[in-house]
């Protein structure tokens, strides 16, 4: 099976060796592909010397549209399944199994990671019982499907399935719209526990109107 | 009214340009004419203010200024609208670009474990891990 792990990468110069390496070790069989999103560090520099393929965005064009990018290059390339994985280090590589197994059965098209199925995840506290929770409810009220988390960056689609997802949103709000997407064209989704270790705390309540503003431009420009 | 003067100054001078940039071929025929209706509508509100206050009175607005000053704000706030709305364009036609480019060139750092290759277009593929000046110099062609 041709798995493909996409990692969008800005300024992650700290993380992005661990991050690599860590994939190879519990996934030697995968192909890895690093977006390199316009950084100003050493992030592509990096993961060349790692040993993986490097796409270079000239400009930092958002998480979403480095995702794109990757995910177009390996159906390009073959993928028969493609991993969204975060270079931050906050996702388990050994978790890229459990995420892929449902594909690779043929009993899912897409399979979304959980923080909420398994106890193992240190979620700031506000995180968890505030923009969470309300991200989850403005999910459903958009996408109509009720998750148990919400904008998990990691995730994994069958090959077909990522020809239906395009995603669009350039910045944060393809979270949303991956579901959404996942919804309308009746994909069979299922739901992974992962676990999910902060090194920062990510989108806040900020974060979360910008994302909200992005999928209301993104209504009426479509 | 100095005021009067200087709006009415100031009124010549932004038709003197739509003129100017209509003959230089950068105004098209309809917005040429929408901006002169706009300009001689305002010199005209200049001139005349109580034209605006009979027009404020007969839509139930007490005075002229008040009028002014709502249309003016529905304009502003949809020039805010049509303009998000095209920036947001602009932006996802800069990310194709940025996305073509580097799908285009097949990645012009492709690595092998401990060995990277680097491709450049008309060069031949050599062998070496690539320094940040590299790095540089790729995404700055």
């Keep these: 099976m041709n798995v493909f792990v996409i990692i969008p990468a800005y300024n992650e110069e700290k993380y992005i060796s661990g991050v690599v390496q860590?994939?190879?070790?519990?996934?030697?069989?995968?192909?890895?592909?690093?977006?390199?999103?316009?950084?100003?560090?050493?992030?592509?520099?990096?993961?060349?010397e790692a040993g993986v393929i490097v796409l270079c965005h000239l400009l930092n064009r958002g998480q979403g549209a480095a995702l794109q990018t990757?995910?177009?290059?390996?159906?390009?390339?073959?993928?028969?399944?493609?991993?969204?994985?975060?270079?931050?280090?906050?996702?388990?590589?050994?978790?890229?199994?459990?995420?892929?197994?449902?594909?690779?059965?043929?009993?899912?098209?897409?399979?979304?990671?959980s923080r909420f199925l398994l106890p193992g995840s240190r979620i700031p506290w506000s995180k968890k019982w505030l923009i969470l929770p309300l991200a989850r409810f403005l999910n459903f009220l958009i996408t109509s499907r009720w998750l148990s988390d919400a904008h998990n960056g990691f995730r994994a689609f069958s090959a077909d399935a990522c020809r239906?997802?395009?995603?669009?949103?350039?910045?944060?709000?393809?979270?949303?719209?991956?579901?959404?997407?996942?919804?309308?064209?009746?994909?069979?989704?299922?739901?992974?526990?992962?676990?999910?270790?902060?090194?920062?705390?990510?989108?806040?309540?900020?974060?979360?109107?910008?994302?909200?503003?992005?999928l209301i431009i993104q209504k009426i420009i479509s | 009214m100095l005021i009067q003067a200087i709006l009415i100054l100031f009124v010549v001078f932004a038709l003197v340009k739509i003129f100017s940039r209509y003959q230089a071929g950068e105004l098209t025929p309809l917005p040429f004419v929408f901006w002169i209706i706009f300009w001689l509508t305002v010199l005209l509100i200049v001139w005349q203010p109580d034209l605006s206050t009979q027009l404020a009175n007969s839509l139930g607005v007490g005075r002229g200024t008040d009028l002014v000053t709502y249309f003016s704000l529905a304009a502003l706030f949809y020039l805010i609208f049509r303009l998000t709305v095209r920036l947001e364009r602009i932006d996802k036609n800069i990310t194709k670009i940025v996305r073509h480019l580097a799908l285009g060139r097949e990645t012009s750092l492709r690595g092998a474990p401990h060995q990277t290759q680097i491709v450049d277009a008309g060069q031949a593929p050599r062998l070496g891990n690539p320094d940040k000046d590299e790095i540089a110099s790729l995404r700055s062609q």
């Design chain 1, 164 to 214: 239906l997802v395009t995603i669009e949103q350039d910045r944060m709000a393809h979270g949303t719209e991956i579901v959404e997407k996942i919804a309308r064209h009746n994909l069979r989704c299922r739901e992974v526990p992962v676990t999910v270790q902060y090194h920062r705390y990510g989108q806040g309540l900020i974060g979360g109107l910008a994302i909200l503003k992005d």
């Design chain 1, 70 to 113: 990757g995910t177009q290059f390996a159906l390009k390339q073959g993928a028969r399944v493609i991993v969204h994985f975060d270079g931050d280090g906050q996702f388990e590589a050994k978790e890229i199994r459990n995420l892929i197994t449902p594909i690779v059965k043929g009993e899912a098209d897409v399979v979304l990671g």
């Design chain 1, 22 to 48: 860590g994939i190879r070790q519990e996934n030697s069989d995968c192909q890895i592909v690093v977006v390199d999103d316009g950084s100003d560090d050493a992030t592509a520099r990096l993961a060349a």
